[in-house]
């Protein structure tokens, strides 16, 4: 059965279908994908017991923070711990994956106005560990709205630690951090700030957040304009060295 048959099959993303067919993936699949999957190869009840019985098995750090997280939300994660190269967008907020504890409780409690503290706890858990991949081999590419550093977000206290943690990542060589000036004017993703992951193994899919869900473009020509976008927004966005001195300057603002 050819993939693209199984991907219609079971309405499933070409790149969510390519992580958990490849050979070399580290991500734990869920039971339910076990279960569609062999009921699209036609696997016996046996076979089916044993692979269900593997998944079970064979959980991925998220595992602990399930209360907090939602299923499309778990799906993204694991991608995440698979991606070799990373890039986004950010025109609100500092990117999650750059955030203090401090600012992504109160970016969180914010977006989530409907969640209790436990599972706000869980969600900060999850993305303080979703950081570890800062250290773990990811490269990492962000393009953060000037407005996003001026924003005030928590204390003034909570803000300067943030600009701050910033400027520590940015000296890490497998970071790169622009800052898109407010003077810049429109571009395409105006009002769309976005994620893209690209892998050793499989081909690179956008995620895109919204409030009622997470929506993945894995189509090759869509992919193709993000990153035609992408482009556009590192051309336009300032250096690294001009982007921390325009946080610096932030940074000092906040002091004064």
Known sequence: MEIEDVRAALGMSRAKLYRIES?????????????????????????QAQLVEMARHRDGWWTAYQSG???????YVMLEAEASEFFE?????????????????????????????????????????????????????????EYALVRPTGSSKQMRGQLERLLDLAKQPNVKLHVLPTTSGAHAALT??????????????VYVDTLSGGLYVDDERDVERYEAVADQLLTRS?????????IERCLEDLRA
Request: hydrophobic residues 50%; negative net charge; contains cysteine.
């Open 23 to 47: 050979p070399d993936s580290a991500i734990t699949v869920s039971i339910p994908d076990v279960i569609a999957l062999c009921h699209v190869y036609g696997a016996s009840a046996h076979v």
């Open 69 to 75: 997280l939602t299923g499309w939300f778990v799906d």
């Open 89 to 145: 967008f950010a025109i609100d907020a500092v990117p999650g994956l750059l955030q203090t504890e401090d600012y992504a409780r109160e970016v969180i409690a914010a977006w989530t106005p409907e969640a209790d503290a436990s599972a706000i706890d869980a969600r900060v858990a999850a993305r303080m560990e979703r950081q570890r991949r800062l250290t773990d081999g990811l490269a990492v590419t962000a393009v953060v709205d």
């Open 192 to 205: 769309s700030p976005f994620n893209m992951l690209h892998f050793r193994n499989m081909p690179p899919i």
């Open 238 to 246: 300032l250096s690294a060295a001009k982007s921390r001195k325009l």
